[in-house]
């Protein structure tokens, strides 16, 4: 975006300039940091008023700051000096909320340029603000591009804090952790131990899993430990562990995802239940309202018409269990029409209409999607697109293993989220953690795992 101003002589009567910002919950943070106003009926999550509901209500100061970004950087544009500005405030605004910023030039007088301003809810055109402004035009033409000015990345955790309260309660999942022979994967299932998430039995090179050990400076006291010193036989003794009943989940460590898998999709010892295994990222998007589940990003590399059917039900699924009550899915491809020459279009229009059938429950499901317009409203809006889920999935499913492995790392490394990796499908859950993975995203995987496996077994969350 070019940043560049108009100075006075190249102002009128009646022009105008418009915005749209979307104000997240990190917006309301910052904006408390910055300012050092820190009331609780603006910061998410907290009860300000004592009605035992959340607010995250957005101040009034900073829907005023909305005209003044549009006075700074559009209209007149870099190089003003307020002067006076007067404002009633009608409505208020939350997180979650798309505001819509107007200004309009009524008066100009010896280099004085006096707006109107009003700000809106643009879901029910709601105003929230309204008012004038005076301020000195800018005195020297200026241009620039925006993209090297300095920008700002919040990085929080508030999605896997929140399941993190959610776990804790829980009873501790009995889980096998397979190959535990480093300090990383070690350590998460001792974290999670920690946090009494899971009981962790270890299955591995007991030699190696003891010095991982003595690296991190673990104790591992009353933790089982089954020694399995080659990786074949460690996951297909963690199976065996489920089919005697002494663990409710799996955990990979530090082995090859192929080895670990190979036993849990044996015809007749495995832990198949019907449905094909999928991989769900559940990742926390800085910024973002909600948990993003991506899938499949991990197991299945082409998957057929079939295959996609257990991958949006697994993902429907995971997400109910995390507290997303009727899941919006979007169908990734690159088109938001069907496509004949594009595959993948025709296959998300067919899992669209087997939502509406009923042959996938628990969810809404939307495609073809493209990225933007299945993640943003006025990306839908432009494309003149309605429905349920466009501009607001929870849940992206894409074409296949190279889209979902790409859009989970841009996610990652570009938006700064973090991902906790699980495995569905199977007669547990399966937790599948990354080497990269910090310590929130591997507590955040046992959270997830152990959240589902309550909801499955119907105990009280």
Partial sequence: MILENRLFEALKLGDTAQATRLCTADDLYIFASATGNHNPLHLPGLDGDGDGQAEAMVPSAFAASLVAAILGTQLPGPGIVTLSQSYDFHARAHAGDELVTVVTVTSLDAGVVTLSAQVTREMDKTLILSGVVRVQAPVKTYRVDSSTLPGLTVR??????????????????????????????????????KHTIITPILVGHAGKIAAAAAELGADLAGVEVIDCPVHVDAAVRAVALVHEGRVDALMKGNLHTDDMLRPMVDRDKGLRIGRRLTHIFVMDVPGLEHPLLVTDAAINIAPDLATKVDIVQN??????????????????????????????????????????RGQIMGGFVDGPLAMDNAVSM?????????SEVAG?????????????NMLAKQLAYISHAEAAGLVMGARVPVILNSRSDSSMARLASCAVAAIHHARMKGEAI
């Fill in 156 to 193: 929080r955790h508030r999605h896997f804090e929140a399941l993190l309260a959610r776990a804790e309660p829980l009873p501790p999942l009995r889980t096998a952790v397979i190959c535990p022979e480093n300090a990383a994967s070690l350590g998460g299932a001792l974290l999670a131990l």
């Fill in 315 to 356: 993902a429907i699924d995971l997400a109910i269990s995390i507290g997303i009550a009727q899941p919006r899915v979007g169908v990734l491809s690159a088109v938001e029409t069907v496509n004949p020459a594009i595959p993948s279009s025709i296959d998300a229009a067919l899992l669209s209409k087997m939502a509406e």
């Fill in 378 to 386: 006025a990306a839908a809006r432009t494309k003149g697109i309605t």
């Fill in 392 to 404: 607001r999935a929870e849940v992206l499913v894409v074409p296949g293993i190279d889209a979902g």
